[in-house]
T-cell receptor
């Protein structure tokens, strides 16, 4: 089992839709988690940090479930500009999941 | 404020040639990382460093060597390049790997013919 696994996607959703991605991790010693956004051919950029039970930032909500060892990212009211690849990162060794590609269509 | 700078940004090599990628950060970060990204895949950790003079292997270290002689620089070396090493390489740094945000360079696109 890979240390960090994500929904393979791709996710194709209409504008205004709500979409959720999951990321599972295998190392129970992991202490913190991050969601990054990566646009085509660009470097990843931090979207949200997930420290304890989760957090919210505008249309974005990140949740952590330690018992089941997964984190999720919820995007409400999707915008065209949300189209990107979303990567989860587990702090131990800073390993990335393979990413989930999201395309928001008009 | 330069942040993380990678050089070169593009390079074409022939099989068997050697080269070094340089990552420089001006944020006094302890932790530095080298990743590679191939089409349709996420970033895979090659090597990382938790401080000056230290290095450790990541997920895919074979064929690469690294050095961290100065805190601000993390070098990634390919001793004998292979076509399988054709990829985009990203360097990143952070001050705290538990709560810290990773700061990335813009990437280095390497093609091995």
């Amino acid at each position: 089992r890979k240390e960090v696994e994500q929904d393979p996607g791709p996710f194709n959703v209409p504008e205004g839709a709500t979409v959720a991605f999951n990321c599972t991790y295998s190392n129970s010693a992991s202490q913190s988690f991050f969601w990054y956004r990566q646009d085509c051919r660009k470097e990843p950029k931090l979207l949200m940090s997930v420290y304890s039970s989760g957090n919210e930032d505008g249309r974005f909500t990140a949740q952590l479930n330690r018992a089941s060892q997964y984190i999720s990212l919820l995007i409400r009211d999707s915008k065209l500009s949300d189209s990107a690849t979303y990567l989860c990162v587990v702090n131990v060794d800073m390993r990335f999941g393979a990413g989930t590609r999201l395309t928001v269509k008009p | 404020n330069a942040g993380v700078t990678q050089t070169p940004k593009f390079r074409v090599l022939k099989t068997g040639q050697s080269m070094t990628l340089l990552c420089a950060q001006d944020m006094n970060h302890e932790y530095m990382y080298w990743y590679r990204q191939d089409p349709g895949m996420g970033l895979r950790l090659i090597h990382y460093s938790v401080g000056e003079g230290t290095t450790a292997k990541g997920e895919v270290p074979d064929g690469y060597n690294v050095s961290r002689l100065k805190k601000q620089n993390f070098l990634l070396g390919l001793e004998s390049a292979a076509p399988s090493q054709t990829s985009v390489y990203f360097c990143a740094s952070t001050w705290d790997r538990v709560t810290g945000e990773l700061f990335f360079g813009e990437g280095s696109r390497l093609t091995v013919l």
